[in-house]
Nanobody
């Protein structure tokens, strides 16, 4: 069974920081590329960052480059998203994602709200 559980969201002022975590079941995490997406009210879900299973290759959306950093701890089956210099436009529900066998799996999401 594929399980992804996000945590770490909250309310923060502009310029602040948050670290999101996504705990995955062992079966999910093994050799899987992990991603973070976000969805703001009235907008489509968008890619934020991704990391290969080895952790050696990462990819960040242009809108978050230099501010957000994705990382993973394979021993803890956890992927992280460190978010610095947050802006009001970063307000969204953030989702953990992986693709296994051609199927997309999602966590329940965690709300991030950045006040101006």
């Amino acid at each position: 069974q594929v399980q992804l559980v996000e945590s770490g969201g909250g309310l923060v002022q502009a310029g602040g920081s948050l670290r999101l975590s996504c705990a995955a079941s062992r079966r999910t995490f093994s050799r899987a590329t992990m991603n973070w997406f976000r969805q703001a009210p009235g907008k489509e879900r968008e890619f934020v960052a991704g990391i290969a299973w080895s952790g050696g290759t990462t990819n960040h959306a242009d809108s978050v480059k230099g501010r957000f950093t994705i990382s993973r701890d394979n021993a803890k089956n956890t992927v992280y998203l460190q978010m610095n210099s947050l802006k009001p436009e970063d307000t969204a529900v953030y989702y953990c994602n992986t693709n296994l066998g051609g199927l997309n799996y999602w966590g329940q999401g965690t709300q991030v709200t950045v006040s101006s």
